[in-house]
């Protein structure tokens, strides 16, 4: 009886610990993965203080491109990294002349997690985020409004201790919330 006792409260404890010891790895990915999908919808987050319609110049389009390298690598790697700073360079190029709005601030308001397999130093996640426009209103309220579901499929590498986006492709899902 002594030894079922004991095997009982090893099984309790290892039970407890392992609750109090949940692998971050899901979470971390999720929220690499939000910060990665939210980039490529927020232009308005590499404008530079200070800015305003019309023509920039070269110092705030310089500025606008630093601010979006160092974003991205923060959360992005590899093809991921650089095919999205691609076209977003390019977004910001297209609006050096001022007559061209791309410049946009969006984001995610939903990001459901359908399959996560995590081997190693390696996360492959499918699932669908709910995209939202962010708009002011009166100069100083900022709503944000649901938009568009969007599949995503992404591969994540852990590089140094952290969860980056190294493949990633959004494809729409269906219009409105």
Same mark, same amino acid.
């Given at each position: 009886?002594?030894?079922?006792?004991?095997?009982?409260?090893?099984?309790?404890?290892?039970?407890?610990?392992?609750?109090?010891?949940?692998? $971050?790895? $899901? %979470?971390?990915?999720? &929220?690499?993965?939000?910060? &990665?999908? %939210?980039?490529?919808?927020?232009?308005?987050?590499?404008?530079?203080? @200070?800015?305003?319609?019309? &023509?920039?110049?070269?110092?705030?389009?310089?500025?606008?491109?630093?601010?979006?390298?160092?974003?991205?690598?923060?959360?992005?790697?590899? /093809?991921?990294?650089?095919?999205?700073?691609?076209?977003?360079?390019? &977004?910001?190029?297209? %609006?050096?002349?001022?007559?061209?709005?791309?410049?946009?601030?969006? @984001?995610?308001?939903?990001?459901?997690?359908?399959?996560?397999?995590?081997?190693?130093?390696?996360?492959?996640?499918?699932?669908?985020?709910?995209?939202?426009?962010?708009?002011?209103?009166?100069?100083?309220?900022?709503?944000?409004? $649901?938009? /568009?579901?969007?599949?995503?499929?992404?591969?994540?590498?852990?590089?140094?201790?952290?969860?980056?986006?190294?493949?990633?492709?959004?494809? $729409? %899902?269906?219009?409105?919330?």
């Amino acid at each position: 009886m002594k030894g079922l006792s004991l095997v009982l409260v090893c099984a309790v404890a290892s039970l407890v610990l392992g609750a109090s010891n949940a692998d $971050p790895a $899901p %979470e971390q990915i999720k &929220a690499s993965l939000q910060s &990665a999908i %939210e980039d490529t919808l927020d232009g308005a987050a590499f404008e530079t203080a @200070g800015w305003t319609a019309g &023509a920039l110049d070269d110092a705030s389009v310089v500025a606008m491109h630093t601010t979006l390298d160092a974003r991205l690598r923060s959360h992005m790697t590899g /093809a991921a990294l650089q095919s999205w700073s691609a076209t977003l360079d390019a &977004a910001i190029e297209r %609006e050096r002349d001022g007559q061209h709005v791309v410049v946009t601030s969006g @984001g995610v308001t939903q990001l459901e997690i359908g399959r996560l397999d995590v081997s190693g130093d390696r996360a492959i996640v499918s699932g669908r985020s709910l995209d939202s426009i962010r708009s002011t209103t009166l100069g100083s309220t900022v709503v944000s409004t $649901p938009t /568009a579901w969007d599949r995503v499929s992404a591969t994540l590498l852990r590089v140094d201790g952290s969860w980056l986006v190294s493949e990633l492709s959004l494809q $729409p %899902e269906q219009s409105g919330p």
